[in-house]
């Protein structure tokens, strides 16, 4: 494969941490770094462009009074401002952007700059919330005041956080543009809200009925009848504590090592996949950089890793490859 051919992958590490409720997560960039997400990408013929991590932005200029019942809305609106624009570029530079996480409130900010750049594409973009939370709480409804359990609402245009980007543009998706994928753990009135907006959601419960093959397929059928793209928003707590115990807020009962792996592989195939967060990944909670290798190691897969060659549509299209 020549160089000129090769797919681009952009690594932008966002050490985000105030967005959650136990500090650590500003680590996890450099523990995904460290596991070797940066080789494994290069081994399947990417060629890996590594933005560094983000410096902490400096403070956003006095607009008002912040929302209430939004922990350190001023300092991370600097990071999502920040952030959104350098979505946007990575987005339109033609590379497929991982951002590294930090705590699931960077979402707002790369989400958005990927949904910006799509937009004037002509195409929807889709979000797979792959997760143990639905994080579809807003400063009305939260119990705890941690943004990064607002980040899925604020992306489907929810109000309490309306001036978070400033002048910049907010790409909102509609609820019919989010599927919540493995969540065990909903506030009362965030699953009011949920439902009120008929947001598609795949429960362990359902997980555990149907399998996590038939249920991403749903997804990938939904997107590809819409002519969209997929954004894969990855919370490493979406795993079981077993298997990756490296999160500040685990919840028993998570995905197994296999059936992560297989949606990663689903997802792959697909040919849809266009951009990825890893989020909550706190190295100071982790067992000897097990949950970061496991983080890697599912990335892989969704990036094309496997055991044995099969015939698949990705084989054809990968993303940044002609996919479109």
Same mark, same amino acid.
């Given at each position: 494969?020549?160089? $000129?051919?090769?797919?681009?992958?952009?690594? +932008?590490?966002?050490?985000?941490?105030? =967005?959650?409720?136990?500090? =650590?997560?500003?680590?996890?960039?450099?523990?995904?770094?460290?596991?070797?997400?940066? &080789?494994?990408?290069?081994? @399947?013929?990417?060629?890996?462009?590594?933005?560094?991590?983000?410096?902490?932005?400096?403070?956003?200029? %006095?607009?008002?009074?912040?929302?209430?019942?939004?922990?350190?809305?001023?300092?991370?609106?600097? #990071?999502?401002? %920040?952030?959104?624009?350098?979505?946007?570029?990575?987005?339109?530079?033609?590379?497929?952007?991982? *951002?590294?996480?930090?705590?699931? !409130?960077?979402?707002? =900010?790369?989400?958005?700059?990927?949904?910006?750049? #799509?937009?004037?594409?002509?195409?929807?973009? *889709?979000?797979?919330?792959?997760?143990?939370?639905?994080?579809?709480?807003?400063?009305?409804?939260?119990?705890?005041?941690?943004?990064?359990?607002?980040? $899925?609402?604020?992306?489907?245009?929810?109000?309490?956080?309306?001036?978070?980007?400033?002048?910049?543009?907010?790409?909102?998706?509609?609820?019919?543009?989010?599927?919540?994928?493995?969540?065990?753990?909903?506030?009362?009135?965030?699953?009011?809200?949920?439902?009120?907006?008929?947001?598609?959601?795949?429960?362990?419960?359902?997980?555990?009925?149907?399998?996590?093959?038939?249920?991403?397929?749903?997804?990938?059928?939904?997107?590809?009848?819409?002519?969209?793209?997929?954004?894969?928003?990855?919370?490493?707590? *979406?795993?079981?504590?077993?298997? %990756?115990?490296?999160?500040?807020?685990?919840?028993?009962?998570?995905?197994?090592?296999?059936?992560?792996?297989?949606?990663?592989?689903? @997802?792959?195939? !697909?040919? @849809?996949?266009?951009?990825?967060?890893?989020?909550? @990944?706190?190295?100071? +909670?982790?067992? &000897?950089?097990?949950?970061?290798?496991?983080?890697?190691?599912?990335?892989?897969?969704?990036?094309?890793?496997?055991?044995?060659?099969?015939?698949?549509?990705?084989?054809?299209?990968?993303?940044?490859?002609?996919?479109?």
């Amino acid at each position: 494969m020549s160089e $000129a051919a090769q797919p681009r992958i952009a690594l +932008l590490g966002v050490p985000i941490e105030i =967005g959650a409720s136990q500090l =650590g997560t500003l680590m996890g960039p450099d523990a995904l770094r460290t596991a070797g997400i940066g &080789r494994i990408l290069d081994q @399947l013929g990417f060629a890996v462009e590594d933005h560094g991590n983000m410096a902490k932005p400096g403070p956003a200029p %006095a607009e008002g009074p912040p929302p209430a019942n939004a922990k350190y809305y001023d300092t991370i609106k600097g #990071w999502i401002r %920040a952030l959104s624009e350098r979505s946007y570029a990575l987005a339109r530079s033609g590379a497929v952007p991982i *951002f590294m996480g930090g705590d699931h !409130s960077l979402s707002m =900010g790369s989400v958005n700059g990927v949904a910006r750049h #799509w937009q004037e594409q002509g195409r929807p973009l *889709f979000v797979l919330w792959v997760d143990a939370h639905a994080d579809y709480n807003t400063p009305q409804t939260t119990e705890t005041g941690n943004m990064h359990g607002m980040s $899925a609402a604020f992306l489907c245009g929810e109000g309490g956080l309306d001036d978070l980007l400033g002048g910049a543009p907010r790409a909102s998706i509609g609820p019919d543009q989010l599927d919540l994928f493995g969540i065990r753990s909903i506030d009362p009135e965030e699953k009011k809200l949920v439902f009120e907006r008929c947001v598609a959601i795949a429960d362990m419960r359902a997980i555990d009925e149907f399998g996590v093959g038939v249920l991403i397929r749903k997804v990938i059928e939904r997107v590809r009848a819409r002519n969209g793209v997929l954004h894969v928003s990855f919370d490493v707590d *979406f795993l079981d504590p077993t298997v %990756a115990p490296g999160v500040g807020t685990t919840v028993p009962g998570g995905a197994t090592y296999r059936e992560a792996h297989l949606i990663m592989e689903l @997802l792959h195939d !697909s040919g @849809l996949v266009r951009s990825v967060d890893i989020v909550e @990944l706190n190295p100071f +909670l982790d067992e &000897r950089g097990r949950t970061a290798r496991v983080a890697v190691e599912l990335i892989g897969s969704l990036f094309g890793l496997q055991i044995t060659d099969r015939r698949t549509p990705s084989n054809a299209v990968l993303p940044g490859n002609g996919g479109g």
